[in-house]
């Protein structure tokens, strides 16, 4: 792993997501971008001082040079270090698994895919609400014609943590998520934004073609955007809409889908996520649940525990993990992973990458329309 360190919610998240389903084992680390903190940070989580690194350049060139050198490296630090530390681990033939965004420009994203291709290692990308198998069951029952062509499809993600300016109370996470040298040029449109963007075409199935966005940093002196609201145009000719806020008081993580088609609409909300109601055209609503008989083979593929056992977000994310892992073994023995497994990978990072590059550009138009 490098980064998530002392201090850091995310890298917990993503170590705990690994081990789950006892695919991984952490046997390396540049935790933290201070060398102290660094081997701190590996004390504290059991690494062996001679796999404990003080940055990420000394890893690559240890791992690399031992027999038992790490197959993966989990990236979980600020956006603008992806690129440099992904590229690396990737041409010293590591996977790379990396949180999200992949990268901050386009241009990087597009390198980083060549790169991935060049060394063909995996390079998958942490949307993780896409490992709920409720969401895996929408993603089926569009897949398999149920609601019909899609014709609209609706996304929200609203949270209210940065209502106020804690950027500037020395909160770690707020201070670089509001910094455009650290997170680029999106601020909740990146951060939360990108989740509900990939959401959105995963479940639908649809490619964006155009987007218009209305971007606005509603707290004093913040220098990137912490409330989006933006109108989408699909390729298919369906049209949908994106709010993605972190001012929204009342909001803890409100992360919503609606997917319409013209014969029946699917509802999936994150809060109740073992939960997912379809109505048929013309039909009373039906409450699909994990446990139920229509229950698909992809939701069942992403469940761990009995009907009736709530499921949550770290599952969800241990989805991801054990199908980078599934894609790994694969790997190891020339072969392809199975047709269920379907981790978000560098084209899906690159895609949220143009996504926020596009909404900057159309907010700072005046909110025009602008092809991705």
């Not at 690559?60 to 993966?72: K, L, M, Q, T, Y």
């Not at 390729?235 to 992360?255: D, F, I, P, R, Y």
Request: charged fraction near 20%.
């Amino acid at each position: 792993m490098v980064g998530g360190g002392q201090g850091a919610f995310i890298g917990a998240v993503h170590r705990i997501a690994a081990r789950l389903d006892d695919e991984y084992e952490l046997c390396a680390g540049a935790l933290s971008s201070d060398p102290e903190r660094a081997l701190a940070s590996a004390k504290e989580v059991g690494l062996a001082a001679d796999r404990s690194y003080s940055n990420y350049e000394a890893m690559v060139a240890g791992e690399s040079a031992r027999e038992d050198g790490i197959e993966a490296v989990a990236i979980v630090t600020p956006n603008h270090t992806h690129y440099a530390i992904a590229k690396a681990f990737l041409m010293a033939g590591i996977h790379v698994i990396c949180d999200k965004p992949m990268t901050v420009t386009v241009e990087e994203a597009e390198s980083l895919q060549e790169t991935a291709r060049n060394a063909e290692r995996i390079l998958a990308v942490t949307y993780n609400y896409t490992g709920y198998p409720m969401v895996r069951q929408a993603r089926a029952m569009v897949e398999h014609g149920e609601l019909g062509a899609i014709r609209v499809v609706q996304v929200q993600y609203a949270q209210d943590w940065l209502s106020e300016a804690i950027e500037s109370t020395g909160q770690k996470q707020a201070a670089w998520r509001t910094d455009p040298t650290k997170s680029g040029a999106g601020g909740c449109i990146g951060d939360i934004g990108t989740h509900a963007y990939h959401l959105a075409c995963f479940v639908s199935g649809l490619k964006l073609e155009a987007l218009c966005a209305d971007l606005s940093a509603f707290v004093d002196g913040r220098r990137l955007d912490d409330n989006a609201h933006l109108l989408l145009r699909f390729t298919s000719g369906a049209k949908g809409m994106l709010w993605a806020s972190q001012v929204a008081v009342g909001n803890e993580n409100n992360l919503r889908l609606g997917v319409y088609g013209d014969k029946g609409g699917l509802a999936w909300r994150q809060q109740q996520p073992n939960e997912l109601t379809f109505t048929p055209l013309g039909e009373a609503p039906r409450l699909i649940t994990r446990g139920s008989p229509a229950a698909d083979d992809a939701t069942l593929s992403a469940t761990r525990i009995p009907a009736g056992h709530p499921e949550g977000y770290l599952e969800a994310f241990a989805t991801i993990y054990r199908e980078v892992a599934a894609a790994i073994h694969a790997a190891r023995d020339g072969q392809t992973a199975g047709s269920n497994i379907m981790f978000p990978r560098g084209a899906d990072g690159a895609a949220g990458v143009a996504f926020v590059d596009a909404a900057v550009r159309s907010s700072a138009a005046g909110c025009t329309w602008v092809e991705l």
